[in-house]
């Protein structure tokens, strides 16, 4: 995790870690539980160094995503596990990353998969549907047949991955990549 200094003015989602009180003491915005500072709501971090106080300032423009909103994000970080993707809402594809969502190997897909990295890989485009929205990271599915990656890129020369037959083909250099595909790959307007 970041230091506070580095995550002024970022935006904290309720239930976020902060900090410890050992460093700063909690503001408005902010609870302490077991000597660890939380965010209390989904707002921009402010701190106080002369009174040495860390609070959150609510944001009154980012509404705080529900269990079954579908969104779309990129695919961030990869772990043996789970795939952790920066989310959007599903009415932008700017990259505001106002959130985290993590996907569980066992949520990616209702047929078997080994390994992550055989249905996601960095910088994929992904439309999950979240199911825990009051843990962060957020825990997210995909498992359902309009849900996945909507845009892929070649992990060899970078080119966009069109859909054929069933995989992923690059145009440019006829690579051959697999992953979790949303049932509109390719025909959604991005």
């Known amino acids: 995790m970041s230091s506070i200094k580095d995550r002024i003015g970022k935006i904290v989602l309720p239930g976020e870690k902060i900090g410890v009180i050992e460093q700063f003491l909690p503001g408005e915005g902010t609870y302490e539980e077991d000597g660890i500072i939380y965010a209390s709501l989904i707002g921009s971090l402010k701190l106080n160094k002369r009174e040495r106080v860390v609070s959150v300032e609510p944001e009154k423009d980012t509404p705080l995503p529900r269990d079954g909103d579908v969104v779309i994000g990129r695919v961030d970080t990869l772990k043996k596990q789970s795939v952790v993707v920066y989310v959007n809402d599903a009415r932008s594809l700017q990259p505001r990353a106002n959130y985290e969502a993590s996907i569980h190997v066992s949520n990616v897909s209702r047929d078997y998969i080994e390994n992550i990295s055989d249905a996601f ?34 992990s ?12 992923l083909v690059c145009s440019n250099c006829r690579n051959i990549e697999q992953r979790k595909v949303a049932s509109d790959y390719g025909r959604m307007q991005l």
């Open 121 to 154: 890989k960095p910088y994929d485009l992904v439309r999950c549907r979240l199911i825990r929205t009051d843990s962060f990271p957020f825990q997210a599915v995909t498992d359902e047949k309009n849900l996945g990656v909507i845009l892929a890129f070649c």
């Open 156 to 167: 060899i020369c970078g080119e966009k991955l069109a859909w054929k037959g069933n995989r």
